[in-house]
């Protein structure tokens, strides 16, 4: 899929790569048992199933990024725990569309964990951690600033500091309440779950809708609704969430965005009499 894009309406929408990593299996599918995971999702020797990080990038009345990946300031003890492979990144997928970082002029979190954020922040070789796009300004729910800011036992290994304090002491950060309006054609919509203030992103043109549908519905392979991440803090709420979600996007034709489908950028969900499933749009 390298550089392509699809017009839709007045935006055009491209998703991107930031690499591929790892997570343990059965954390993923939560109360699904392996012998039916392991069908849509093969594990390696580690137990760890791959995953892909793609942002979406909207070219609309700004050129904005929605989530950024892990990036590359981890060490080499999680980039081996995370199985994170980068080899093509972000910087890779804006430069095949012409584009540099300091073109970016609005990012936008689905939430603050390090596989959507780490790439909102790049370590320089002095060690100073800086905003990674230079002109742009840095969209967050209010609420999910709060609960990244100050993290409990059970979330603090996915809230990285380093992937966002920074920003505001760069002056960079737009703290937003509510579903709010991003830029036109582009709202972000309240979903808890994954986590209390994990949100996704619907993107509205000419009458179609599009949605970014972040940790909700990571992959293809998460469309059942009890095949639900062991990670959510929430689960009982992404299964409301997913419940209703579907059933509208099969409804409305909602073109899917996955952030994590190591191979699905983007698809409908169909129905057959044998159950939903994920019609692709545009693969690697
Ligand atoms: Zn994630």
Redesign the pocket.
Known sequence: MNGRSIQFGELTLSPLLDGYFRLDGGAMFGVVPKPLWEKRAPADERNRITLGMRPLLVTGEKLMLIDAGAGGKMDPKSVDIYGIDRRRNLSHSLAERGLAAGDVELVLASHL?F??VGGFTTRESSGEIRPTFPNARYVVRTTEWEDATHPHERNRASYLQEDFVPLEAAGVLDLVDGDAQIMPGVRVRWTGGHARSHQVVMIESAGRTAVFT??MI?TAAHLDEPWIMAYDLYPMETLAFKRAFVREAIDHEYLIFF??DPKIAAGYIREKARGKYVEPVMCD
């Open positions: 964990h596989d959507h972040a940790d990571p952030e994590h």
